[in-house]
């Protein structure tokens, strides 16, 4: 249980920081991080983190898949925790 708490911590700390890295990169014209690595790292239990840096930094807000999708799997995340805690523990 203990590693499963680092594990999503860690995951959401990177989901949050790709969208403000990416953010920073679309300003100066840069080289980006792909949306689909965006998206694994959302499906892997990053969905919170992502869903926050869009939010934060405000970016790809005006995508509609993230900004109706990753709030979603946040709350599919948010359920499968619920369930594992509640059943598995």
């Known amino acids: ?10 995951i959401n700390i990177i989901g949050f920081l790709l969208m403000g890295i990416d953010k920073r990169k679309a300003r100066k014209q ?4 792909a949306e689909s690595r965006i998206w694994l790292v959302a499906i ?11 939010n934060y930094f405000r970016h790809k807000t005006k995508h ?3 900004r109706i999708l990753l709030p979603l799997l946040t709350l599919v995340d948010i ?3 619920i369930w594992y ?5």
């Open 1 to 10: 249980m203990m590693l499963l708490t680092i594990y999503l911590i860690i």
């Open 30 to 33: 840069k080289w980006r991080i």
């Open 44 to 54: 892997i239990g990053g969905a919170f983190g992502a869903t926050a840096g869009m």
């Open 64 to 66: 509609t898949s993230f």
């Open 79 to 81: 359920g499968l925790l």
């Open 85 to 89: 805690f509640y059943f598995l523990s």
